[in-house]
């Protein structure tokens, strides 16, 4: 085998790099080799929580592109609707005037692969852009997490190809995490500091996955780590009472809102 695993064209996401960082091993089940995630016992109540989420990330979506979701909230059920008065009366803070695009997907050249993000709603104002992050299931990420690094680092490389007449610096971009429940919210607003760091632990980061064989991708030694992880039939450890398979973060190429992709 190379030591080149990974093909030409490869796309990092957030949810690859997060993957590969809780073990290696998996990385290399899940992208390399592309075994399927097994199987589990269905779990009424994570089975409910997940399509909570879905369902209101789903509307959001379909506001934000200006469509009437009033029919889809009164009969979302109580819970749903509860977040969704969340969201109309403490909703986040976006910029004055701008120009909305759910479910943005964006990715720029690395070398011979790809980094992407996709945006749950990306809000480009007449002077900053906000990434907005709806966090319905697990809670908000802790500070210098990966998703934050990526989505920004992307933003400040690619974005302009959702706004070509404007420049934006790095100060003018931020990214918020908002959960509906309380709600809460977290914001990290991004500087050129920050955009330099964030380069250099990417390509620390992706140069080490790139330069690795598969071979050497084992299980991490932390028994913890498989909690979430339905790979554990693999490894011969046993594993959490439910898993969640993680969806990637970039769409193929399509439309500019939507459900849409940029690629530059």
Same mark, same amino acid.
């Given at each position: ?13 957030? =949810?690859?790099? !997060? ?17 399927? &995630? ?15 989420? !879905?369902?209101?990330?789903? #509307? ?13 909230? +009164?009969?979302?059920? /109580?819970?749903?609707?509860? &977040? &969704?008065?969340? #969201? ?13 695009? /759910? +479910? ?5 050249? &690395? ?16 002077? *900053? ?6 966090? =319905? @299931? ?19 490389? @690619? ?13 003018? #971009? ?41 071979? +050497? ?18 490894? @011969? !450890?046993?594993?959490?009472? $439910? $898993? ?7 769409? *193929? ?5 939507? !459900? ?5």
């Amino acid at each position: 085998m190379s030591a080149t695993t990974l093909p030409a064209g490869f796309r990092f996401s957030q =949810t690859a790099l !997060r993957t590969y960082l809780a073990c290696p091993y998996r990385f290399r089940l899940r992208y390399l080799e592309r075994v399927p &995630w097994p199987s589990f016992p269905p779990n009424p109540a994570v089975e409910a929580a997940l399509e909570l989420g !879905r369902r209101f990330h789903e #509307l959001a979506r379909q506001h934000y592109l200006g469509l009437d979701v009033s029919d889809m909230v +009164e009969a979302a059920g /109580p819970e749903l609707a509860e &977040w &969704w008065a969340c #969201l109309q009366t403490a909703g986040p803070e976006l910029p004055v005037g701008a120009h909305f695009y /759910p +479910e943005a997907g964006l990715s720029i050249p &690395w070398g011979p692969y790809r980094l992407a993000a996709r945006y749950d709603l990306l809000a480009v104002g007449p002077q *900053s852009v906000l990434v907005v992050d709806w966090k =319905t @299931g697990r809670g908000l990420p802790p500070a210098g997490d990966v998703q934050s690094r990526v989505y920004l680092y992307v933003l400040s490389q @690619g974005g302009r190809a959702y706004y070509p007449d404007h420049t934006y610096a790095a100060e003018d #971009l931020a990214l918020l995490y908002w959960h509906p429940q309380g709600p809460r919210q977290q914001r990290r607003d991004y500087s050129a500091a920050q955009q330099a760091a964030d380069h250099a632990f990417l390509q620390e980061m992706i140069g080490e996955i790139a330069a690795r064989p598969a071979q +050497e991708m084992q299980r991490v030694e932390d028994p913890a780590a498989c909690r979430d992880c339905a790979y554990t039939a693999l490894c @011969g !450890r046993p594993a959490g009472s $439910w $898993w969640e398979w993680e969806a990637e973060d970039d769409y *193929s190429s399509g439309a500019t809102s939507g !459900r849409g992709s940029i690629q530059i």
